[in-house]
């Protein structure tokens, strides 16, 4: 991870080092509600970072504070080096922001749309015109540059509001739950275009609370719940970290999981560390998750103990498991 080093709880001088994004205990109340709890992170120039956690746990509030639309209620934040609270139209200028829900304008064609998002910008007729060009191509949206945005796919209107972003040609990109509501196949055309992105050195910064495109992205991410960060790393060094290696999953009907549980626990407890590397259970209302290195040996041991599962499955462990791991909970109820 990037700490942040500063002691006194500011964040780093100007240039000092080269983030992208640094948050210093950032803190966002509406009314006696904290939304969003201290936070902070830093996020290092050309890098893609994540804030993943279920609905509510504050991640668009933490998007709307750095893109400068929201102010915070405490705490301090550098964006591309500028506070967005007192530098909002030049922190602006900087970022390109995708919403949660795609907000185009539905009476114009896909290349008007990224025209006239250009003019906001204040940017110039003719170098706008070849910028639609160039950014309806990277969208693969050039065979449709004349459609009107309703004649379009949830993908292609994800894809043309990634373009239209794109058009003032920013250094950060602010995702927010960039493919909620996509089918696969749209979501994987949408990351492959993230991908390319993130090699031309934008750097990329997104909400999910899909652990798959959390793990597929993000170089790093952070954790979060409730308005604060319960970890943070890499995909590859939170599963290390929080889980085991290997899953099991297993059901036994929905009435006794709990009992269950325990018993499983007592069997692989005794069956041993190194034969099954087994860790701990975790009791779902519809099945029983067993964490352990070897999960084909843990369930041998669970059938030699004469347990019966109705279906097991042996998995790699997820960021679904460290969220479970961290907080008692899964990501999406
Ligand atoms: N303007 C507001 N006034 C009052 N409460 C708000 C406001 N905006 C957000 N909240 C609350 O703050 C909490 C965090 O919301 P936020 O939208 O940041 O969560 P999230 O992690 O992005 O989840 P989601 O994916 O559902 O948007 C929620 O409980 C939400 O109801």
């Known amino acids: 991870m990037t700490s942040i080093t500063t002691s006194a709880g500011a964040v780093s001088a100007p240039g000092a080092r080269d983030l992208a994004i640094e948050a210093v205990e950032v803190t966002k109340r509406y009314g006696d509600f904290t939304a969003v709890d201290g936070i902070s992170f830093a996020v290092t120039r050309g890098e893609a970072f994540g804030l993943l956690g279920p609905n509510g746990a504050g991640k668009s509030t933490t998007m709307r504070m750095i893109a400068a639309v929201s102010a915070r209620t405490s705490g301090q934040m550098r964006v591309a ?68 945005v309703e004649d379009l796919s949830g993908g292609m209107k994800r894809r043309l509001t990634i373009a239209r972003a794109l058009v003032n040609e920013p250094e950060i990109l602010l ?71 290997e899953v099991l999953e297993v059901r036994f009907g929905m009435d006794r999981n709990a009992q269950l549980g325990a018993e ?6 005794r069956a041993g560390d190194t034969a099954t590397g087994y860790s701990h259970i975790e009791v779902l209302p519809d099945r029983l998750l067993v964490y352990a290195a070897h999960a084909e040996a843990a369930l041998g041991a669970i059938h030699a103990s004469g347990h019966r599962p109705m279906t097991s499955l042996v998995r790699r462990s997820s960021l679904e498991d460290v969220f479970l791991r961290l907080t008692g909970r899964t990501l999406v109820d």
């Open 264 to 269: 499983l626990e007592e069997v692989l407890g």
């Open 81 to 148: 080096g500028l506070d967005p609270e007192t530098e909002g139209p030049r922190v602006r200028a900087r970022l390109g922001v995708i919403p949660q829900q795609d907000n185009l304008d539905e009476e114009l064609t896909v290349r008007e749309n990224i025209i006239m998002y250009g003019r906001y910008f204040g940017l110039p007729r003719r170098f706008l015109l070849a910028k639609a060009d160039e950014l309806l191509e990277f969208a693969q949206l050039t065979h449709k540059a004349s459609a009107r």
């Open 175 to 245: 995702l927010d739950e960039p493919t909620t509501g996509l089918d696969p196949q749209a979501r994987h055309v949408l990351w492959d275009r993230l991908f390319r992105l993130k090699e031309s050195g934008t750097t990329l910064v997104l909400t999910t609370h899909h652990m798959d495109e959390a793990e597929q992205l993000c170089d790093r991410l952070v954790v979060v719940d409730h308005g604060t960060i319960m970890a943070e790393g890499s995909p590859a060094g939170l599963i290390r970290e929080h889980s085991t290696r």
